[in-house]
């Protein structure tokens, strides 16, 4: 079996993520509209009758947006703790399944875990997928990294982690004083600086995963800032090899395979 993952959406307009190993599929967040979300998962290769489930970080806009539409028309039954359930309009019309804090549920050969992270919504979560093939984790929309956060990361063959803000952008930029101080807050965003530590740490640590920095501002980062921040620190700091891309906002931008060996690569 190949354990695969495709970014199809990432960023503050929109977030999506599919995680499929054989005929087993799974979307982490569905916050792009349904026909965009169609479009993207036909494309490759997967109906999204065939999901077996869409696994709900937290409630907010740019993670639910095409959530319960895709749930109510194809059967899919939507993953989350029974807070953030709660806190999505429609939810209780759709199928749900509710996944508490640290438990796991198996979908054929894929288990997934969830795991606290610090926002400002509901009951955020982070999500692992594992299976005998290898390990994923996503970790987006923090304002902190936990130990327990940490763990999962270092635990990871794909780390998809949050690289929301470049600091002198986001002080320079148009947001008013409230709002740059609930981005930077615990129950805000990850730094491209916080993202960089915590690869650099993992590769001090002898881990090498491949990582996707995600859910880039598009008014406080850049793809090239973001990618920058993170090589630099790096390679000033390790000389572990460390596979880093960008996953890009509005398309879909990057796959990865795991099965023996590690690839990563644009998807077309």
């Known amino acids: 079996m190949t354990l695969e993952a495709i970014s199809l959406a990432s960023g503050s307009s929109g977030n999506a993520i599919l995680v499929r190993e054989g005929p087993t599929a799974i979307l982490i967040d569905a916050g792009v509209g349904i026909r965009k979300l169609t479009a993207a998962l036909r494309y490759f290769g997967t109906d999204p009758s065939e999901l077996s489930a869409i696994l709900i970080t937290h409630e907010h806009a740019d993670h639910i947006k095409g959530a319960v539409r895709t749930a109510r028309r194809f059967g899919v039954p939507l993953v989350a703790n029974a807070a953030t359930l709660e806190a999505i309009d429609g939810a209780c019309k ?153 996953a890009q906002r509005d398309i879909p931008s990057l796959r990865w395979v795991c099965s023996n060996s590690r690839r990563q690569f644009s998807s077309p």
Request: net charge negative; glycine share 6%; proline share 5%.
């Open 94 to 246: 759709v199928p749900v399944r509710v996944l508490d804090i640290g438990k796991h549920i198996c979908f054929d050969g894929l288990e997934v875990r969830s795991f606290e992270v610090s926002h400002d919504a509901a009951c955020p979560v982070g999500y692992t997928i594992s299976s005998v093939s290898g390990s994923i984790t996503s970790v987006t929309d923090t304002g902190l990294l936990s130990d327990e956060i940490c763990a999962e990361a270092a635990d990871a063959d794909l780390l998809i982690l949050e690289s929301n803000y470049d600091d002198e952008m986001l002080s320079d930029g148009p947001y008013p004083h409230f709002l740059k101080w609930r981005i930077r807050s615990q129950l805000g965003h990850l730094s491209n600086d916080a993202a960089a530590t915590l690869i650099v740490d993992l590769a001090e640590s002898g881990k090498n995963p491949s990582v996707w920095l995600a859910h880039l501002s598009q008014v406080n980062n850049s793809p090239a800032i973001a990618l920058a921040s993170a090589q630099h620190l790096l390679w000033a700091c390790s000389d572990v090899p460390m596979d880093i891309a960008v």
